[in-house]
């Protein structure tokens, strides 16, 4: 099988189970060429059980006008906000606090999370939720 170029990637981060061919899918795949109904009928089936999450999704576009795609896991901050049940960070990061985790809950998170993150040390991608935590304006115990 001869291997296909690839032209682009594009990184959306989409409602799970609810992606519309509406802005951002719609004007992101159009431009490539690409049959937006297509992606999103197969993102909508494959994230179906995870509805009311954002799960980003990256697509591989061909020069052939086709594409492949895979999804993650949600970004830490969404992961966050479900844990401690926020609707959005503090809009005053360092001034204002939004809500406390504990080191338990940061390393729980750490390990739902890890597959997606660039290190295989449950340590390290602590100090990456952590750091995420501290830019929403929630503190770590």
Known sequence: MAVKKVKTIIKLNLPAGEATPAPPVGPALGQHGLPI????????????????????????????RTFSFIT??????AIIKRVLALTKGSGKAGRESAGKLTK???????????????????QAA??????TARSMGITVE
């Open 126 to 131: 602590a100090k990456v939720v952590a750091g």
């Open 104 to 122: 338990a809950q940061v390393e729980s998170i750490a390990q739902e999370k890890l597959a997606d993150l660039n290190t295989d040390n449950v």
């Open 72 to 77: 993650k896991l949600p970004p830490v901050a």
């Open 37 to 64: 109904m297509e992606f999103v009928k197969a993102y909508n089936e494959k994230t179906a059980k995870l509805k009311g999450q954002i799960i980003p999704a990256v697509i591989t576009v061909y020069e052939d």
